[in-house]
């Protein structure tokens, strides 16, 4: 498939596709730290991650309309507000659903799948009928939009650039959360055993309403992120999450820094597949190839052998 | 006569159940239907097919698979590529720049038959791919994760990116699957014009047959010690197998069985709708029979036939008036079954009609006869009709919820 | 030691050189004993000392690093669980681990050594010699007035006992218990005692226990691991004079 193509073509070629995997790959990691963090921490699915997500998009969207229409003279810095907002919208949200539906289903990991699917779905027609069927986008901040020219062949858009360092950050600050703070020490704590983080006065109740919360919380700034590389619709989140959970489940699901590796390559893996073949069979081969691999590691890149 | 055990079987408490089932799908619904809604029945009924295999696999094994929709498509595309080609004669396609081949290739600039098309000239291969096909993959499937120990949560995702996948697949290779609208416009089956309402009707009442083909192969499954394993594989999975079963093996044969349904639910959906997409296939669809199941009760058989029935016998409802509230309407099932009933209808069968049942059955008659599926030796015979309570509480102490 | 200079084929168990680790951690830790036919052995040792993971790796639950089991001569290391099941060796785990759902009569059915492969237990009757072995097993573990009884409405005790019955009607060689008088009343645990050694006239028992008076009653030789190893072995006499044992329970 190389055939036709010169060299420095084709080291072009892989640069420019390895950024445009980098958007991809961006989403990826911001969707996928929330999932991580929900399913890995706590082990349940949460099928309406992607609408959470959506959620924060369309937060962004209001919050960019709404500096466009009172305070066009901030709008160069509404994306950090709206990012703010998608956070407390998305977190309120999560906190409600695990006090409402997810807690009761602790044990029955399986029916926290189904449950938050038919929340997907109630998402989805809601977003339909105060949005709209059709796609929404913002309007880019100026500073946002250009390229920096790196080589004559390769342009690396600004937008681009960005969401890739906020994923990044998020990413980093979600590590310090669960790693060397004391409240992530809780939720480690609740994760490895209930009964004896209850019994040393750990409110586990509040971390599991918390963690999950922060889980969605993080789905919502994904969702921020996604309004500056691409258009919101209702339906936007599901195309993600499958391959959201490939990710997870991939990278090892306790594993963040596997769940950072695992989307890289995932998302460059089809990003540049993408530019020899259709995009459909470059997104097949992605996926058949991460399945096989599971089918022969189960356990996912990254996870520790533990103990069975 | 009377004496016969089928007549036995059928006057217990679970043969009227099924007897009632029958006369529903065989009396009641043809003769208040026209042959329109008849067909639309004959539809939500190919689904109780994967419903059923969901059951036997989710419900009793405990292995979620959200890619029942695969095996569904499967059977149904190889049913749709046999009726195709036979649509597709040389006569009937003479415009096309290469006669004989489906339009959507023709379209396609594709020239000649591609090679895992020819197979599905004959009608034998067809029947018995319809059903192998599936089986082969759920086995595949099967064997890589069962021997692996994936279960759970894993085993639902990746069978959900299988789902993916093979939609994918099918829509990107337009060429060779007639891409996002499928396999259209068939017509004939063997010269029998599939497309006529008494075609249809007929149809119907194959459908309804083979569903209780269906049924009773799984009814037959969980009266006998395999299907006790299945279940107790479900919540002691070590414990089997340090009895000494090969807990593998069995979540393979389960799966299979489920594909193998869902593979004759899909032909015969093909058969029934005249045509097969992609969009019978995917991630939606797939996890949309899910609910099928979890609706008439994860763990009742018969209540999966009623579950599928249902649950797309509201969807056609609400999509003719209102439309915008069925994401609602699904959605609150989802969570309305799994956090309120988890045992379906089935269950709320169980806790309140049987207790009126039960009232009425009394005051009937005081000492129900009650026969055994198991052959039983005739010292076994008094023993039981000495205790009161049998050893098989699958017949004796009769639940919707379980059966 | 004295042991290991008889052939290992004398030996209904021989373990020789057991080693597991787990992320560098070895639970257990260049490990040999050796079980004569109808012996009943005990293993005790301090918490952690990797007794159940002995148990796991004998039954295949856990995979040995290195080092060899043979039963009857046979590797197991190599086997999958069930077909170590299948060569003779049964296992009872720590907490009762019976069918909830099935009754009494249902579990033991399902135990019942025939209709293992998918086919078979499609196939599989329930004829008059499977209820009447079940029957005798019931007799057994003191359940035969219990068989219609779900297992969900046994005490603590019978489903120890019950999980006892699901092993001796597989008709194992070796019977492996963990901590089978764990929570039980001190009746229970004379019964479970006499249980034992009805089961022992026909079985080589393997048990892994705390409490020691039972130990005393049962233990035809007793093996003390600690850190992975053994410690001593012997007679129950013999390891509760053992400095090293002495310093072990009472050291710190």
């Known amino acids: 498939m190389f055939d036709g193509y010169t060299t420095s073509e084709l080291m072009s070629i892989f640069a420019m596709q390895g950024f445009a995997g980098l958007s991809l790959f961006s989403v990826f990691v911001l969707m996928a730290l929330g999932l991580a963090i929900i399913f890995g921490q706590m082990g349940v699915i949460n099928m309406a991650h992607g609408e959470f997500m959506i959620l924060g998009a369309y937060t962004t969207y209001l919050t960019s309309s709404a500096f466009q229409s009172y305070l066009p003279g901030l709008f160069g810095g509404y994306f950090f507000v709206a990012m703010i907002f998608a956070f407390l919208v998305c977190a309120a949200l999560g906190a409600f659903i695990e006090w409402a539906m997810v807690r009761h289903l602790y044990r029955r990991p399986l029916d926290t799948l189904l449950a938050t699917w038919g929340l997907s779905l109630i998402l989805q027609q809601a977003y339909r009928t105060i949005f709209g069927a059709r796609e929404v986008g913002v309007t880019l901040p100026e500073w946002m939009m250009g390229s920096i020219q790196v080589t004559d062949m390769v342009d690396l858009p600004i937008n681009g650039l960005f969401v890739m360092i906020i994923a990044l950050s998020i990413a980093l600050a979600v590590y310090f959360l669960m790693y060397r703070s004391g409240w992530g020490k809780k939720v480690r704590a609740v994760v490895q055993n209930r009964p004896m983080a209850e019994a040393v006065g750990i409110n586990s109740a509040g971390v599991d309403r918390a963690t999950f919360a922060l889980g969605c919380g993080i789905a919502g700034i994904a969702g921020a992120a996604f309004t500056m590389i691409g258009s919101t619709g209702p339906s936007s989140g599901q195309a993600y999450i499958v391959d959201t959970f490939l990710v997870v489940v991939f990278g090892g699901a306790q594993s963040l820094i596997g769940t950072i590796v695992s989307a890289f390559g995932i998302s460059q893996a089809q990003s540049t597949l993408e530019f020899f073949l259709s995009g459909s069979m470059a997104k097949v081969i992605t996926l058949l190839v991460v399945v096989g691999i599971l089918m022969l590691r189960p356990e996912g890149l990254m996870a520790l052998k533990i103990r069975r | 006569m009377k004496d016969s055990p089928v007549v036995k079987w059928l006057i217990s408490r679970e043969g009227l159940y099924y007897l009632a089932l029958a006369v529903l799908l065989v009396v009641v619904l043809p003769v208040a239907l026209d042959a329109f809604r008849l067909n639309m029945v004959g539809k939500y009924l190919t689904y109780a097919f994967v419903a059923i295999g969901l059951v036997m696999c989710w419900g009793k094994a405990g292995i979620l698979s959200l890619g029942q929709g695969v095996f569904f498509g499967l059977g149904g595309y190889c049913m749709a590529m046999y009726l195709k080609l036979e649509a597709s004669t040389p006569e009937a396609t003479a415009i096309q720049s ?37 089986v082969l993959l759920a086995f595949i499937i099967g064997v890589a994760m ?12 990746i069978t959900q990116a299988i789902a993916a996948i093979l939609t994918i697949l099918i829509i990107g290779q337009q060429g060779y699957t007639g891409g996002i609208n499928g396999i259209t416009d068939l017509r004939t089956l063997m010269g029998w014009d599939i497309r006529t309402d008494e ?21 037959l499954i969980q009266q006998r010690k395999l299907g006790r394993i299945l279940v107790a594989m479900n919540t002691q999975e070590t414990r089997v197998r340090f009895s000494g079963y ?20 899909g032909a015969l959906f093909t058969l029934s709708v005249g045509f097969m997409s992609p969009s019978f296939i995917g991630i939606v669809a797939s996890i949309e029979m899910v609910i099928f199941c979890a609706l008439g009760g994860r763990l009742s058989i018969l209540g999966a036939v009623y579950g599928a029935l249902l649950v797309n016998a ?18 609150a099932l989802f969570i309305g079954v799994v956090l309120a009933f988890p045992n379906g209808l089935a269950g709320l069968y169980q806790t309140y009609v049987m207790p009126l049942e039960d009232r009425l059955f009394r005051r009937k008659s005081g000492a129900r006869g009650v026969p055994r599926a198991e052959s039983a030796t005739p010292v076994q015979a008094r023993e039981q009709a000495a205790k009161a309570g049998d050893y098989d509480p699958m017949i004796d102490q009769y639940s919707p919820e379980k059966s | 030691m004295r042991a290991a200079k008889r052939h290992s084929k004398d030996f209904l168990l021989a373990v020789e050189g057991l080693t597991v680790s787990f992320d560098g951690f070895k639970a257990v830790d260049d490990l040999s004993f050796y079980l004569d ?11 952690g000392a990797g007794k159940t993971t002995v148990l796991d790796l004998i039954c295949g639950k856990t995979r040995a690093t290195s080092g060899s ?5 046979r590797e197991l290391t190599k086997m999958k669980e069930h077909q170590i099941v299948h060569s003779g060796v049964g296992r009872k785990f720590q907490t009762p681990s019976v069918f909830e759902d099935l009754t009494v009569f249902e579990n033991l059915e399902v135990s019942y050594p025939q209709g293992h492969s998918v086919m078979g237990a499609l196939a599989f009757k329930r004829d008059l010699a499977v209820v009447e072995e079940i029957q005798t097993v019931a007799r057994t573990i003191f359940l035969e007035d219990m068989l219609e009884q779900p297992a969900s409405l046994l005490s603590h005790g019978q489903k120890q006992w019950l999980e006892i019955g699901m092993l001796l009607i597989q008709k194992p060689k070796l019977i492996m218990l963990d901590e089978p008088v764990a929570g039980m009343s001190v009746v229970e645990r004379q019964k479970t005692a006499e249980l034992l050694k009805v089961i022992t006239k026909e079985h080589t028992v393997l048990v892994i226990e705390h409490d020691m008076q039972f ?38």
């Not at chain 2, 090969?246 to 639910?265: H, P, Q, S, T």
């Not at chain 3, 036919?37 to 040792?45: A, C, H, K, L």
């Not at chain 3, 001593?232 to 006499?237: L, V």
Request: charged letters at 15%; one cysteine or more; a neutral charge.
């Open chain 2, 98 to 134: 290469t006669p004989g081949i489906p339009d959507f290739m023709d379209w396609n600039q594709i020239t000649a038959l591609p090679w895992f098309w020819e197979p599905f000239n004959s009608f034998a291969f067809t029947l018995i791919a319809v059903i192998g096909v599936p």
């Open chain 2, 146 to 157: 069962f021997t692996r120990r994936v279960g759970g949560v894993y085993f639902a995702i």
């Open chain 2, 199 to 219: 075609a249809k009707t007929s149809l119907y009442f194959v459908t309804v047959a083979l569903l209780f083909v269906c049924l009773f192969v799984a009814r």
């Open chain 2, 246 to 265: 090969d807990v593998a093996a069995f979540k393979i044969f389960v799966f299979c069985l489920a594909a193998a349904f869902a593979g004759i639910g």
């Open chain 2, 314 to 331: 509201a969807k056609s409802g609400f999509s003719e008036s209102f439309p915008e509230l069925w994401p609602f309407a699904m959605g």
């Open chain 3, 37 to 47: 036919p109808n012996e009943i052995r005990v293993i005790i040792g301090p918490n």
């Open chain 3, 69 to 73: 089991i043979r039963f009857q001569g």
């Open chain 3, 215 to 252: 130990v005393g009653d049962i233990a035809d030789r007793v093996t003390v691991m600690h850190q992975g190893k053994v410690l001593s072995e012997g007679s129950i006499e013999h390891v509760k004079s053992d400095p090293k044992v002495i310093e072990v329970y009472l050291g710190h």
